[in-house]
Nanobody, 122 residues
Framework: QVQLVESGGGLVQAGGSLRLSCAASGHTFSIYGLGWFRQAPGKEREFVARITWSGGNTDYQDSVKGRFTISKDNDRNTVLLQMNSLKPEDTAVYYC???????????????WGQGTQVTVTS
């Protein structure tokens, strides 16, 4: 089993920044890919960014490219999502996920965090 604990959400004005953290513990040797997903009210959960456990590969949804950066602190088994130039449409609950695959699809991830709310006001 793998446990994921997110932190760092909050309320910010448009144009501001937030950094989300996801700490992984347990059987982390089984993880190959980690992803950040988000879900706004009334919408499906969508891919935001992903990274391989080694940190060597990253990928982003088009709408966040150039604004968000995913990275991994290997010493702390923590995945970070730095979010800059935030927009009201970024408002959602953000989830960290981990699994044996490196994909953009939520169904491919076995482990999920509890979610953290990000609210961007105009």
């Amino acid at each position: 089993q793998v446990q994921l604990v997110e932190s760092g959400g909050g309320l910010v004005q448009a144009g501001g920044s937030l950094r989300l953290s996801c700490a992984a513990s347990g059987h982390t040797f089984s993880i190959y890919g980690l992803g950040w997903f988000r879900q706004a009210p009334g919408k499906e959960r969508e891919f935001v960014a992903r990274i391989t456990w080694s940190g060597g590969n990253t990928d982003y949804q088009d709408s966040v490219k150039g604004r968000f950066t995913i990275s991994k602190d290997n010493d702390r088994n923590t995945v970070l999502l730095q979010m800059n130039s935030l927009k009201p449409e970024d408002t959602a609950v953000y989830y960290c996920a981990a699994g044996r695959r490196y994909t953009r699809w939520p169904k491919d991830y076995e482990y999920w965090g509890q979610g953290t709310q990000v609210t961007v006001t105009s």
